[in-house]
């Protein structure tokens, strides 16, 4: 994961794009604040490969736990039935206001732990309901209660070894530039190693 040398959390500042010093991966810890906490409502887009061969993107409320992402389908979820067929696909969560702009981006492996099952006794209603009180407010889960006898599945998507990429701030990473183009990344750099 781009940044993780420590868990100490920086304070961000960013006045300008292109600000010096300031963009780059995120910390661990930055990473757990940024998917876990109660502000996080933004959603995860999951990029499926479908039967033809097409790609495909959805939209979805997530969970971050334990160092992957949780969703929950409907039982006709047709990015179900992709993942079901070929579980390697991709996610991206970000943040679109200046100047954060902070984004997580991952190569995952699904997996479908449960499901289709009702609410009762299962173990996609906790994701669900903490979603949902996440998303919809403090009622959320109260919310969900006339759906749960509709079946659903808890889908497990798990990052790859090394394919989390991180991101924060309005600036370009030092691969995208010719030698001597960005001077202030480049000395960065060369001190980190």
């Known amino acids: 994961m781009s940044g993780e040398d420590s868990g100490e959390h920086r304070d961000f500042r960013q006045e300008r794009f292109y600000e010096e010093g300031v963009a780059g991966g995120m910390l661990a810890v930055e990473v757990e604040e940024f998917l876990t906490s109660k502000a996080s409502t933004w959603l995860l887009k999951l990029g ?15 969970q971050w736990s334990e160092g992957s992402f949780w969703v929950v389908g409907r039982k006709r979820s047709m990015w179900v039935d992709d993942l079901k067929r070929e579980p390697r696909c991709a996610v991206c969560v970000e943040e679109l206001a200046h100047p954060r702009i902070r984004k997580v981006l991952a190569q995952c492996v699904a997996e479908v732990v449960e499901g289709p099952a009702v609410a ?42 090394g394919r989390l990429v991180t991101w924060q701030g309005a600036d370009w990473a030092l691969r995208y530039f010719d030698p001597g183009q960005r001077p202030d990344l480049e000395s960065r750099a060369e001190g980190s190693n």
């Open 48 to 62: 499926t490969l479908k039967e033809d061969g097409w790609p495909m993107i959805v939209p979805l409320w997530y």
């Open 120 to 161: 009762e006794n299962s173990a996609w209603l906790p994701v669900a309901e903490e979603m949902a009180c996440r998303y919809a407010g403090a009622d959320g889960a109260e919310q969900l209660e006339p759906s749960h006898g509709w079946e659903r599945y808890l889908v497990k998507l798990t990052p790859r070894e």
